[in-house]
């Protein structure tokens, strides 16, 4: 025969433990809750397609005619080369192009990474350059609301096809 003590210790045991598991359960719920709606982070890596052709840049233009590699939210518009942040937060952006000033250039060519149209940063080809050749890359790190839009553009520069300009984004954190 059982002691009666030692059941209702056990019973008691039971009950704690279950009582545990179902505030487990419920932690889990409320975090699962407060996730992001994307299952999976917007990210892009796209490279510029210029079918083996530099592009000249007299004034300043957009760079357009993406290849994209990802783009887990489909955020990028390949055909403009506009991302477009689809929830609030700070973004990790890195672009780079392989550029050359223009020949007998006056000004300093550029390649800018811009906000909604507003210049975020710049890469700057020196026009006493004009002979050399600059891989260039720059990364920005900042906040977007949802909706901003991020495009490269460029000025008074010739981009080279090889290696192809190529813009990557990440949602770091909301």
């Not at 982070?41 to 000249?56: E, F, I, K, Q, S």
């Not at 900042?142 to 520069?157: E, I, K, V, W, Y």
């Amino acid at each position: 025969m059982q002691n009666i003590g030692a059941v209702l210790r056990r019973n008691a045991l039971l009950a704690q433990r279950t009582s545990n598991v179902a505030h487990d359960a419920s932690n889990v719920a409320y975090t699962a809750a407060q996730r992001p709606a994307y299952t999976t982070l917007p990210a892009v890596y796209a490279t510029v397609n210029m079918a083996g052709t530099p592009r000249t840049f007299t004034t300043f233009g957009t760079l357009s005619n993406y290849t994209v590699q990802l783009d887990r939210a489909s955020n990028m518009a390949s055909n403009t080369g506009v991302f477009t942040a689809p929830v609030t937060g700070i973004y990790s952006v890195s672009y780079g192009a392989n550029m050359t000033a223009l020949e007998n250039a006056e000004r300093n060519g550029f390649v800018q990474l811009r906000k909604s149209g507003t210049v975020l940063a710049d890469m700057t080809m020196h026009a006493f350059m004009s002979t050399e050749t600059m891989f260039n890359s720059r990364t920005y790190l900042g906040r977007l609301q949802q909706g901003d839009t991020l495009h490269m553009t460029a000025s008074n520069t010739v981009i080279l096809p090889s290696p192809p300009p190529f813009f990557q984004v990440h949602l770091v954190t909301q």
